[in-house]
């Protein structure tokens, strides 16, 4: 059975933007996000985190911290009935990557490789599913996958919307625009309802 999936960017979206953040007492979730995956679960939505973690990739932390932290935001959601199914991040960056970091790969957003990664786990309705996150690379990102888009206010999204809407550009490279999490949980949960 085909499956929908909320694809989550993490950093402004659903935790504080904090510069390379690695160290779980540094892990600051943003007000109403527990509310809003909930609410996502009880649809029947999967929750899959795609975040670029090019920190990694600069050396400034290593792979088993990024997994250490989102084994630690699970323990803080969980008990809420917010639990994320599946994190996936890319640890490469073309330019700044150290090592074996430094390539260009298919995982960095707006690439779609983390999607991609999902598919082994999940049968996805792209028709059903969503991207949301606060950054034009997110945008992008789930537009070429070929799921739904979404703005997110928090992190830098308000900004990223304010200088869409000066632009004069009229229409919005995201189909739905909320100031927070819960509030686009509200639009896509009853945009499904009006749907179907």
């Given at each position: ?26 892990l600051k979730i943003l007000p109403g ?88 786990y999940y049968d ?73």
């Amino acid at each position: 059975m085909m499956e929908k999936v909320i694809f989550l960017d993490r950093d402004g979206t659903l935790n504080e933007e904090i510069h390379y953040l690695y160290r779980p007492e540094d892990l600051k979730i943003l007000p109403g996000v527990p509310e809003a995956l909930r609410c996502f679960r009880e649809h029947g939505y999967k929750l899959v985190v795609v975040t670029n973690q090019a920190g990694v990739a600069r050396g400034y932390y290593g792979e088993a911290d990024v997994r250490s932290l989102h084994d630690y935001m699970n323990s803080l959601l969980e008990p809420l009935g917010a639990g994320i199914d599946h994190f996936f991040y890319c640890p490469h960056h073309p330019e700044h990557g150290v090592g074996a970091y430094r390539i260009v790969c298919r995982c960095r957003k707006p690439g779609i490789g983390m999607f991609e990664m999902a598919e082994q786990y999940y049968d996805i309705d792209k028709t059903r599913s969503w991207m949301i996150g606060d950054k034009e690379i997110d945008v992008e990102a789930g537009k070429s996958y070929g799921v739904h888009t979404a703005l997110v206010g928090t992190g830098y999204g308000a900004e990223v919307h304010a200088s869409d809407q000066k632009s004069g550009r009229g229409k919005t490279p995201y189909e739905l625009y909320g100031a927070d999490l819960a509030e686009l949980a509200e639009s896509i949960v009853n945009r499904e309802i009006v749907e179907t």
